[in-house]
Each structure stands twice: as structure tokens, then as C-alpha cells.
């Protein structure tokens, strides 16, 4: 069973379209990102007309300036929805700097707390920030499986400082890249059982579809890249893969019944 672990249903242009055509493409689980309290209360609304439609609640690093502990308290009362499977995205973006350092900081402070207080996962998001946020990490009271580095775009020896801490690590699109040799050569050699895919969608399409929006129904090209690095069958990758899903995401149902 494919599993899109992160994705922006609520970005794409047809949600509804977008979440039936990936059922039909045999994708049996999307985990769908808010990235504020607006977009994660619609998204779980969305989830519920859905089987296999999960999500992760909060506050995106680019919006961290909306952050205030009344908002907090919103996301408090909704960690514990039966469909809310893990915390973020959040992390630390100093690449566009759409919110302040400080707001950032703060920001991702307050959402690994809420992880914790509530025995979630939490998605991270860093670009051109990643020495800091391995010291945050770090210094924090993490447990064994804290959550996953989305969207991984580095090399192996950054991948081995997050693996190092428990942190699951997710490919997206990036990996088909032509230019992105140091990402396959990661989604190679980290270790099987703490590697997940996604599509990030509606960014980053991959190849053959690098350029139009993408859709959780593309995260098969992302899989099977990863599993031929790997020397496996589609089928024996994603299986791995849908139980690293399970382990990460214990809310997230164990049932093969599909999406719809």
C-alpha cells in the first residue's frame, strides 16, 4: 500500500479530485499538513469525509509570526482528534524569512512541547537553518521517536545527525532530480526501516511531472526511484515503508481498506 506521508491537500486546486484519483492509483494513506490553525481545521474536516485521510496540525515556520499562546491553546484542544496523527509542520526556515528568527524559534519551541505533551510525532520543515536546529533538537526532551525530517533534501552525513537523535527521514520529488546525486545517495544507504516518502504536493512534482502541480497520486515516482536505489521490488519498498508509517504514526489506522 502507497502511502503519500506528506501532503497540502487543502493547497491543490481540486481536493476532492486530487484524493479520488490517488485512491484509484492504489494510494491507501495521506497524512495532509496544515500550516496554521485555519488550514489545519479545514483539513480535518476534509479528513473526515475520508478513510484514509490523516493529519498533522500547526503552525508552518513562513507563518510563525501568527503564533501567540491563544492559538496555541486552539491547537491544544484539537491534538487529541481521533484524524490529528502528528504536530506541524514546523521547524526553522531562514531561506525566505517570512517570519522573524525569533518568532521561528519561539514558534518551534512551543509546537515540540505540544508534541510531547500529547505523545505525537512532529513534522519538521528547515532550509539554510540546519546547525541551529540540530542544537534545539538537541536540547530537547525528544524521546525515541520524535517525528521526521520532511522533504529531505541533504546528504548522508546530515541525514546520520537526525537519525542519530530517532528522527525518521522523508523524501520527496527532490530525489528524481537530476542534480540531487547527494539526496539519492542518502535515500540509498539510511537505514530501511526509518525512511518514508512523500510528495509534498502541490510542490515539487517529480520527474516525469516536474513542472505541472503536484498531487499525492505521484508519490509512485518518488517510490520507485527509492526502491530501485535500494535493489527492492515496488511492492517489498512500500510495504517496508507502510510499517515505518505505522510505527512513526500510531494513529494513523493499521487497516488495508484503502483511501475512499
Given at each position: 500500500m502507497l502511502v503519500d506521508s506528506h501532503a497540502h491537500l487543502l493547497s491543490l486546486e481540486d481536493p476532492v479530485g486530487a484524493v479520488s484519483k490517488a485512491a484509484a492509483e492504489g494510494i491507501g494513506k495521506i497524512i495532509s499538513i496544515?500550516?496554521?490553525?485555519?488550514?489545519?481545521?479545514?483539513?480535518?474536516e476534509l479528513s473526515r469525509k475520508y478513510r484514509g485521510v490523516y493529519v498533522s496540525v500547526g503552525i508552518h515556520p513562513h507563518s510563525a509570526s501568527s503564533f501567540n499562546e491563544e492559538v496555541m491553546r486552539e491547537f491544544e484542544g484539537i491534538a487529541e482528534d481521533p484524524k490529528v496523527v502528528a504536530i506541524g509542520e514546523t521547524g526553522l526556515d531562514y531561506h525566505y524569512m517570512n517570519s522573524p528568527r525569533e518568532d521561528q524559534i519561539r514558534s518551534f519551541e512551543a509546537h515540540m512541547e505540544l508534541a510531547r505533551r500529547h505523545s505525537l510525532p512532529f513534522v519538521v520543515h528547515v532550509r539554510d537553518a540546519e546547525e541551529e536546529l540540530l542544537s534545539m533538537l538537541r536540547g530537547a526532551d525528544l524521546g525515541s521517536r520524535p517525528g521526521v525530517i520532511h522533504c529531505f533534501s541533504g546528504d548522508y552525513e546530515t541525514a546520520k545527525k537526525y537519525l542519530d537523535l530517532g528522527f525518521f527521514i522523508s523524501f520527496s520529488g527532490i530525489v528524481t532530480f537530476k542534480r540531487a546525486e547527494e539526496v539519492r545517495d542518502a535515500a540509498a544507504r539510511i537505514p530501511i526501516e526509518r525512511l518514508l516518502y512523500e510528495t509534498d504536493s502541490p510542490y515539487l512534482a517529480p520527474v516525469p511531472q516536474r513542472g505541472k502541480p503536484n498531487e499525492p497520486c505521484n508519490v509512485v515516482y518518488v517510490a520507485r526511484l527509492i526502491s530501485e536505489?535500494?535493489?527492492?521490488?515496488?511492492?517489498?519498498?512500500?510495504?517496508?515503508?507502510?510499517?515505518?508509517?505505522?510505527?512513526?504514526?500510531?494513529?494513523?489506522?493499521?487497516?488495508?481498506?484503502?483511501?475512499?
Open positions: 496544515g500550516t496554521g490553525l485555519e488550514s489545519s481545521l479545514a483539513t480535518i536505489l535500494r535493489g527492492l521490488s515496488l511492492e517489498e519498498f512500500t510495504q517496508v515503508v507502510f510499517e515505518n508509517v505505522m510505527e512513526l504514526f500510531p494513529k494513523v489506522s493499521k487497516d488495508k481498506d484503502g483511501l475512499i
